[in-house]
């Protein structure tokens, strides 16, 4: 397998600058995930590293060689396209074949019907290999492509959104099954997706893309618990995280927020006011998840805030309860089994040790408490 680097990747299309200046070190064996909205330079990135695109600044290398100007087929990579590519006139199995009976990876026919029947086996579809793309399903013909890319040894397997179109159930399992392959194949993958699930469950690491910039490269706690920006925060998790201004009150040698309308402000943990404070930061934001939040329909004490019920969204094995506060919509994870009324008067409590907070000049994470702990860094 194989290491690959870019190293300052500029890449233009007229007037579009769709990377800008992407630095990505992915390692050797490594599941690497690219992960950010369409349109954010993902696939872009993939099409570099394969050399489907050509970069205008910057070098693409594998096992630290310089591969810009070596062609795409000598690059030994192997990608999955979103839309399949699979040759309509071939069967399941001579679409599977076809990297073997390539002239640079030409393998014998024996070797070639024994790799077939192994990667068919493992996508589930080896009773399909008689019939024609056209007559197997859309998570079939996925299948199939994902087989195609397996059946040989590449330096790096390049995956574009490889399950995006198949169904839920089927999604879940394929997401176990890649990386199930990719422990037992012992491969360098780079995979493209713009589900956080996905991101979250299959990355060694992840990088945050979003308008051609890099913003955020690190392990699926890393991104989670400490994002780098607001962005991130709110573009990975479900439901989206609560961000809102508070203002900071010193008194008697203790930091507070003011938040949500409230007289009474909350205690900021001692480890994050010392950041606020040796950081000058004057203008702060408060980033809480779903899980940060706790309620009750009735006061328990005084550190509950009334507010009332906006929105109820069942979703399978927990609810969405959506809470306005003085006007601030908080989103709370549920009971699937709530029953709440709208406009129902409930009580929110927020649980100041799990917070974040966020420079509300540039947007920029700060600090959150017992960072290093909950990173598992000594």
């Known amino acids: 397998m194989a290491k690959i680097e870019l190293c300052n990747i500029t890449k233009r299309f007229g007037s579009l ?21 369409a349109g954010a330079g993902k696939t872009t990135i993939l099409k570099v590293i394969a050399g489907i695109e050509f970069p205008e600044v910057g070098e693409v290398k594998i096992n630290d060689k310089n591969v810009n100007y070596v062609e795409p087929a000598k690059r030994n990579v192997s990608m999955v396209f979103e839309n399949y590519a699979l040759y309509p006139h071939l069967s399941i199995y001579d679409n599977i074949a076809s990297p073997m009976r390539s002239p640079l990876y030409k393998k014998d026919e024996e070797t070639i019907k024994k ?52 169904d839920a159930k089927l999604r879940h399992f394929m997401r176990a099954e890649l990386k199930e392959m990719q422990s037992s194949f012992d491969t360098t993958t780079i995979y493209v997706t713009h589900d956080y699930m996905e991101a979250l469950s299959l990355g060694d690491r992840i990088a945050i893309i979003n308008e ?90 005084a550190s509950y805030i009334e507010g009332k019920v906006y929105s109820v969204e069942p979703i399978g094995n927990k609810t969405i309860l959506v809470i306005d506060v003085n006007g601030q919509l908080l989103r709370l994870v549920a009971p699937n089994d709530l029953k709440a009324n709208l406009d129902e008067q409930i009580f929110v409590k927020i649980k100041m040790e799990r917070a974040m907070f966020f420079n509300a000049d540039d947007h920029k994470y700060i600090y959150r408490h017992n960072q290093a702990e909950l990173l598992g860094v000594e």
Request: proline share 4%; glycine share 8%.
């Open 212 to 301: 051609g910039k890099i913003l955020q490269i690190g392990t699926g706690d890393e991104v989670y618990l400490t994002p780098a920006n607001e962005f991130v925060a709110k573009f990975i998790g479900e439901p989206e995280i609560n961000l809102f201004d508070i203002e900071l009150v010193k008194q008697d040698g203790m930091l507070y927020a003011l938040m949500l309308g409230q007289e009474t402000g909350y205690a900021i943990e001692k480890d994050v006011s010392d950041v606020i404070e040796s950081g000058g930061y004057q203008n702060v934001r408060i980033g809480l998840r779903g899980n940060d939040l706790t309620f009750s329909f009735k006061q328990e004490d």
């Open 17 to 37: 600058t769709a990377l800008d200046d992407i630095n990505i070190e992915v390692k050797d064996k490594e599941f690497f995930v690219l992960f950010g909205p």
């Open 115 to 166: 790799e077939v029947q192994r990667v068919a086996s493992m996508m589930k579809i080896d009773h399909l290999l008689d019939r024609l793309p056209s007559q197997v399903s859309n998570g079939q013909r996925q299948r199939t492509a994902l087989g195609r890319c397996l059946v040989r040894e590449p330096n790096v397997f390049l995956m574009d959104e490889p399950i995006a179109h198949l």
